[in-house]
Structures are given as C-alpha cells and as structure tokens.
C-alpha cells in the first residue's frame, strides 16, 4: 500500500518546485546545454587538489509535522579545509561573469545551503562555509562566491523550504484518506451488472493485483469503460494502484470515460481527474509560441503556477479542458503546462495514447523516477496497432533540406554545408529508387545520423542567438525532425526496415516500425498493470501478440448483453466488390440500399473502403433514387461539419435519411447514435486497407516471421473496420436494427471465422426480394 506519510523528493526536485519564479520560455535552447553543463563540472572538478571530494551523495531522513522525509541528492564537491568545510555548487552560464553577484539566483544558493545543512548536521559542525562556482562556457572564466553559515541559520532556511512543502503533502494525506474513505464505501454505479460485466470486473481487479496484462474484446454495449474503472478505483483502497491512464485514442471515448467518474461521483466517490487536451486546443493565442514577449500567461508563469495549483486541487475533483482554462485564465497560466503540472497530483489521467507510449513527447517527469504504481487502461485498443507503429517510426523528405540550403548559401557557409551534404545523400538514395520507384533495406542509414548530427551542431548558435530572423521557423521544424529521426534510431532493430520511395517529386526516407509489440512492451513497464480492451479486439491472439503481450497473460472474449433477436444480419455473398469489379457492382449496391432503407422509415449509414468507391455509388444512388434524402462524408471535415454531418441523424426522423460514409474514417467508430438514431448499416466490402508500400512490407516481415503476413497486414485491420462499422447500430439493450454486408469474400471460412459469435445467426441472401423476406420476418419477430 502506499504510504502518503512517507516523502521521497531530491534536494533539487523540492527546490525548485518550491522556489520556482519567472517565465515560461520554451524559444529555442542548445542541445549541448547539459553536455556543457556536464563538462563545466568536470573541468571545474578536476583543477582542484587533494582537499576537494567530487560528487558526494548525502541523504537525510527526519520524522516532522506526522511525516517521514527522505530528501537525497549529490553535492557537486565538498572542500575539506584546515579549519572549516565548505560545499561546493558548480553552475554553468552563458551570462557575463559581471552580470552574476550573490543575489543572483536564489535557487542556487537554495540548492547549496540544502547540502551545507545535511552535511553539517550529520558531521557536527557548528558552521560551514557554502560556494557558488560559476563556469563561464564561452570563456571558461570562473567566479566563485562564498559565504559562512551557522547550523542554527541553515536549519531555520532548511525547514522554512519544508514548511512552505508540507502544505503540499498535508493535502496529499488528507486527500487520500477522503478519496480512500469514498472508495472503500462505493457501489457499482448501477442497479444491476449487464452480462459479462461484473467477470470483466472481476478480471481487471486481479489483473492488476497480480500487476499483469489482460486483453479483452467486450462487445459494445457492455459498458467496458465503467466495467474497467469501477474496479481500478476499487484497487486504490487496496493499495494495488496510485494513479489511473486512461487512454484512448478518440476524444469521444475521453468523454465516456468522463461520464463513468461523474457517475461514481454520484455515489460518493471523492476522485481527482483530468482529462489532457492537445497543446493547440487549449492555446488561449493565436500562435502557439510560449514567448514571455508575446504570451501574458507564460509571462510570469511560475510566479503564479503553484497558487492555481493548490486552489484548484482544493476546490475541484473533476478537472475537464474548461475547469482548466477556467483556472489557467483566473490565475493567468498556461493552460497546457498547468495541465501537465496537474498529473503529477490527480489520481486518474484521461489521455492520448502519445502521452505514455510516444518515445517524442511521453510524460518523461511522471515515468522516468521511482518505481511506478499505476494502472493503464486502454481503451479501443485495435487503434493503438497502426498508431504505435507511427510513434515508433519517422520520416524524412530531401526537399526541406533543398530549400534551406538555397536560403542560407550566402548567409551561414556552414549550415549550409551541412544542409548541402544531407541533400547529396539523399540524391544517392533517390538513384536506389530508379527501376522499382522504391528501396527498401533492413540496415540503419549510419552515414546520414552522422549527417544529421553535424547539421544539429551547425544550427545551434544561429538558432539560439538569431531567432526571427529568415529561415529561422524552418530551420527549427529541420533541427527537431532531425532529432526525431536521430531518437526513433536508437529503438532500431530486426522490427524495423529503412525504405526510400520517390513521392510527389520528392524523395522519402522512412525509419519504419513494423512490429511495435516489442517497444509497447516496454513503455507498460512504466506502469504494474495493464489492461487493453476493444469491442473488435478479434482474432484476440493477433492483439495479444501485436500489443506486445506475453504468451501467459490472460484474454477474455465476452458474450453481447444483448438479445441476438434485435439485430438482422444479412450477407449479400453474390456481389464482388474487388477493385476490378467495383464498376459492375455500383447499381446492385445502390439497389439494396434502396430496398433496406425502403422497408422501415428512420436512418442509415452505407460504408464502402473508399472514397472513390463511396462516390461512384452515392452518385448512382442519386441518379436512380433522387427521392431519397442523402448525405456524404466529405475527404476533409472540419470539426463543425462532423458534428453537422451527425447532427442529421435525429431521434423519431419524419423521413428516411442515408448517410454515405468511409469504413475506417470518423463515423467508422466512436460515434455513439443510440435508439432510432440510427437504425441500419450497409458495408460494402471487407474493409481491406489500400494495397501499398508499407502494407506489402509489413506482410513480408510477418510472413517470415509466422506465416500469416496477408491476414496482419490486410485481413484483420480490414475485418476490424467491418466490426466496427456494423457496432454502430446496437448501442443500448433497447436498440434494434439491421446489418447488410456486401461481399463474396464474406463467406470465406477465413472470414467466417472473424465473426463474432452475435453474429452466428446470419442470413445469406441473393436478391432484393430475399432483402424484403428476412427484413419482414425481423419485423414480425420484433
């Protein structure tokens, strides 16, 4: 269990959470900043004699106020003089000596006076002396400023930092005893458990007692999302977990996750939640630019941060995007930085899967100290396959390399060099293309990270010291690229392959991740337990697999809740929608669109695997049934047309409507229309993805490994797109509806045996009057 009484901080970590002040500036910084840093010690180090001992380790641990305190950290030297010792801090600055006097930064001396105290105590010292040493790195110059202080004077500073920090773990304590209080006391927030919710239940608490994986596919409807909070939050009173991920991939499914907290709320459960929003969601500018110059919220930031802190965890458990902005604006924050400071003290975060698994931009303050109690849920789990394999891989195009070069020619010789060189390369690469338009190899480009890594080191002083000037806002987007290129190396191994492919003109450089389940493994490690769930996480084995599980943990596949008697599934396996039958197919589809949504007035959506597909067959829809009230998914939709596009689908329609969508795309999945919302799909086709470069790589890699490349690479994303088009109609136990799929390829064995088992008491028919046969019995019957 863990114990809210005992603190474990280091002397810097409560220093400067304490002390912090100023601005939030994230313009551009060296990257060799800490290498420097890290040398300017060592020189400093290193010119001393035999009285000064490098990088001393101390550690105290004291009861005070109802707490244990364990605070540690690593004096940069101590200096063992004839008659008094002196602690040594080292710090680097790029700032004229002269410009530095002993009121320079009160965080240094801070940091300084810490250590002198710890080490005084401990050697019983009456005074010490305590040196700040700064290392000039332009000039490497040295100014050193000291200063003697009593015990009794460092105890007063050493527990006045500690006073100011105990408002912070006096709140922790207290909260948790409420929060534990509540737990312990809550019910399942409804009447009665569905079928198959309280076994999932069930499974999600031991799996994370027992700190393991666990895959689930869970039919919609279920209620997976309360069915794998509720006993989560159960856990907490256990001491089985310290802090919920709930991650998604749809801002949808953030929301439900939101609504299962509001109804454990509504229970009594006492529970601090945020839900983290995109950077340029939240962004109260018009720019994205942390600049203290531009921005009034990150200008004095940290003055004002911690304030807005403690008032909104003291005032509020569920911390929406518009809690945030509400604080962020009252107390002039970022809202962004707020939010992310805001993790560290909530005991459940509703997030994108980028905030835990991309290796870019994960939350490196929450995962990269301690030993981690937490809990990750994922939720719509089959969407993590192709999104890991995104974050896992990266892409560089010669152009932008091209262009820069030409704007720096005659103004930086050697940023253009560098660029120059990168360009070359690229134009070998390019010739590697010329017989099949692409190359592919399984080895690193070891020759262009050395190029890249000398182009990062050519960039750094005109991006730190010329920043507006031309070239400067693409030279940054080129220096951070190539950093991610440089990072995404080093997870490189037998999983990836490198391909070069000509593209619009240009050429492509691609670190491709063919198998994430190697690397998602490891970012679970972060965490104790995991739990990945999905309504269409079928073949389940394939998941399990892919999502880097091990072969004893545990998968369940759950039974619909639901009478199988309100879903017609009908398969039209006479019809082929291959792509070079595709134009023979248009009038038959169009006709049994007709005759479904013909039979019973209300709305319905057609699916096809593309938006050409999707275009040819809504125009001869439209030529032979202009009757009919239709609409379209657009290529690029706007957020406002989404939601118009949905806002079609009324509850009790007057006429019938036909929404004509793309399988995969937005309204593929996380739309939610419940009852007479929506009343029947039509899918045409099994969902295969584009045939393309990266899909044929990825079925020779999985070929070679097990076998089964066609069926990783094309088969089972496909059937996915289908399940989760056809989840689209029975959303609650009331609902009833019609399911029509359209292909031959469905009465495949290899398909068949995809289905889910609501699925079993499918109707196969052959013509439009054998539509109207079943759909009039599936009346009768309901």
């Known amino acids: 269990m863990v114990n809210t009484n005992e603190i474990k901080i280091s002397v810097r970590n409560l220093i400067e959470f304490v002390l912090r002040s100023g601005s939030l500036d994230t313009s551009f910084r060296s990257r060799s900043r800490a290498v420097d840093g890290t040398r300017a010690h060592q020189k400093v180090q290193k010119s001393k004699d035999e009285n000064y001992e490098a990088e001393v380790t101390l ?107 105990i408002i912070w773990a006096k709140f922790t304590s207290e909260w948790c005893i409420i929060r534990d209080k509540s737990v312990k006391d809550l019910v399942f927030p409804f009447e009665k458990y569905r079928i198959g919710q309280r076994e999932l239940a069930v499974s999600v608490y031991r799996t994370i007692r027992d700190k393991k994986k666990l895959f689930v596919q869970a039919p919609t409807g279920i209620g997976k999302t309360i069915s794998t909070l509720f006993p989560t939050v159960k856990a907490f009173s256990e001491g089985h977990t310290s802090k919920i991920f709930y991650l998604t991939a749809k801002t949808i499914t953030r929301q439900v996750a939101e609504e299962a907290f509001i109804k454990m709320r509504e229970k009594g459960l006492r529970f601090k939640t945020i839900t983290l929003t995109a950077k340029e969601k939240v962004c109260f500018k018009e720019e994205q630019r942390c600049d203290p110059e531009y921005c009034e919220y990150a200008n004095g930031h940290f003055n004002r941060v911690n304030n807005a802190l403690l008032d909104i965890l003291k005032n509020e458990d569920e911390m929406s995007r518009y809690v945030i902005e509400a604080y962020s604006k009252k107390h002039k924050v970022c809202p962004f930085e707020f939010a992310l400071d805001l993790v560290t003290w909530v005991d459940s975060v509703i997030a994108d899967y980028n905030y835990v698994f991309d290796p870019k931009v994960y939350l490196r303050g929450i995962f990269d100290f301690g030993d981690n109690e937490y809990t990750f849920l994922i939720d719509e789990a089959h969407n993590l396959v192709d999104r890991a394999r995104e974050m896992f891989s990266v892409t560089l195009y010669k152009k932008p390399f091209l262009e820069l070069r030409r704007v720096f020619k005659d103004k930086e010789h050697n940023i253009a060099k560098e660029l120059g060189k990168i360009n070359a390369y690229m134009l070998k690469l390019n010739k590697l293309c010329e017989e099949d338009e692409f190359h592919m190899q399984k080895d690193i480009h070891g020759d262009l990270l050395y190029l890249l890594n000398k182009f990062i080191s050519a960039s750094e002083e005109f991006l730190v010291t010329k920043q507006g000037a031309e070239g400067h ?34 050429v492509k450089l691609k670190m491709f991740c063919l198998d994430p389940s190697y690397l998602l493994r490891e970012a679970i490690k972060q965490g104790k337990a995991a739990i990945f769930f999905s309504a269409t996480l079928s073949p389940i084995e394939y998941f399990k697999d892919i999502l880097g599980g091990d072969e004893e943990e545990q998968m369940i596949i759950l039974p619909s809740p639901f009478d199988k008697k309100n879903l017609c599934l009908m398969i039209a396996n006479n019809i082929s929608t291959k792509y070079k039958d595709r134009e023979n197919s248009y009038n038959r589809i169009a006709d049994h669109i007709k005759t479904i949504s013909s039979r019973m007035k209300g709305n319905y959506l057609a699916f096809f695997p593309s938006y050409k597909y999707m275009q040819d067959v809504y125009e001869r829809f439209q030529e032979k049934y202009s009757e009919y009230n239709t609409i379209i998914q657009g290529n690029i939709m706007s957020e406002e047309e989404r939601e118009a596009y949905l806002s079609e689908f009324k509850e009790n329609p007057k006429d019938t409507l036909i929404g004509f969508a793309v399988m995969g795309g937005i309204f593929g999945e996380g739309i939610d229309l419940k009852g007479d919302r929506l009343i029947g799909t039509i899918i045409v086709g099994v969902g295969l993805p584009q045939i393309c470069l990266e899909r044929n790589i990825i079925k020779d890699y999985f070929n070679e490994k097990n076998n089964k490349g066609f069926d990783y690479s094309y088969t089972y994303p496909g059937m996915n797109k289908v399940l989760q088009a056809a989840g689209r109609v029975i959303r609650t136990e009331k609902d009833k509806g019609v399911v029509l799929l359209i292909d031959e390829r469905f009465n495949y064995s290899s398909y068949r045996k995809l289905f889910p088992r609501e699925w079993n008491n499918n109707r196969t028919i052959k013509s439009e009057q054998e539509i109207i046969k079943s759909l009039e019995k599936f009346h009768n019957e309901n």
């Not at 080129?478 to 037998?494: P, Q, V």
């Open 59 to 165: 550690k105290h641990s004291f009861e005070y106020e109802g707490f244990t305190f364990s605070i540690e950290g690593r004096a940069d030297g101590i200096i063992k003089e004839q008659n008094i010792i002196c602690v040594d801090e080292i710090k680097s600055t790029t700032k004229p000596l002269e410009m530095i006097d002993e009121n320079y930064n009160e965080v240094h001396w801070a940091q300084a006076k810490f250590y002198a105290y710890i080490y005084a105590l401990q050697n019983e010292l009456e005074n010490i002396d305590v040196q700040l040493t700064y290392f000039q790195l332009e000039t490497e110059f040295i100014k050193m400023i000291r200063k003697t202080f009593s015990l009794s004077n460092l105890k007063q500073f050493f527990y006045d930092i500690i006073n100011k920090y």
């Open 473 to 506: 806002k693409e030279l940054l987007e080129l220096f951070f690229l190539s950093l991610d290129f440089i990072r995404i190396a080093e997870f490189y191994d037998e999983r990836y392959v490198s391909y070069i492919e000509k593209e619009n003109k240009d």
